[in-house]
Nanobody, 116 residues
Framework: VQLQASGGGLVQAGGSLRLSCAAS????????MVWHRQAPGKQRELVAA???????NYVHSVKGRFTISRDNAKNRVYLQMNSLKPDDTAVYYC???????????WGQGTLVTVSS
């Protein structure tokens, strides 16, 4: 199983980025997918999740600014991040709990830096 996150970078406050996570080795369409982030010196937190049927959930701090989506044909999950703030600076990870193996899997993370 591999989860490959990409799309991070340096952006000014107010800008946008789109993260992508490519999954392999799982029945992607059957699994919920999750984006987490870990800021320097802080605990990892769940940012957004999308179930196999497309139901989404967000941490309060990103509601209205971030959108999680999935493309089952491409085995990809996305995180569109708009109106970025310096507090959004973190390493962003995608993860899933595979319903077949009953194991959790994590990608390697992609760094998002928002300058003020």
């Amino acid at each position: 199983v591999q989860l490959q996150a990409s799309g991070g970078g340096l952006v000014q406050a107010g800008g946008s980025l789109r993260l992508s996570c490519a999954a392999s080795g799982i029945i992607f369409s059957s699994n919920a997918m999750v984006w987490h982030r870990q800021a320097p010196g802080k605990q990892r937190e769940l940012v957004a999740a999308i179930t196999s049927d497309g139901t989404t959930n967000y941490v309060h701090s990103v509601k209205g600014r971030f959108t999680i989506s999935r493309d089952n044909a491409k085995n990809r999950v996305y995180l569109q991040m708009n109106s970025l703030k310096p507090d959004d600076t973190a390493v962003y990870y995608c993860s899933t709990f595979d319903i077949v193996s009953r194991r959790s899997y994590w990608g390697q993370g992609t760094l998002v830096t928002v300058s003020s």
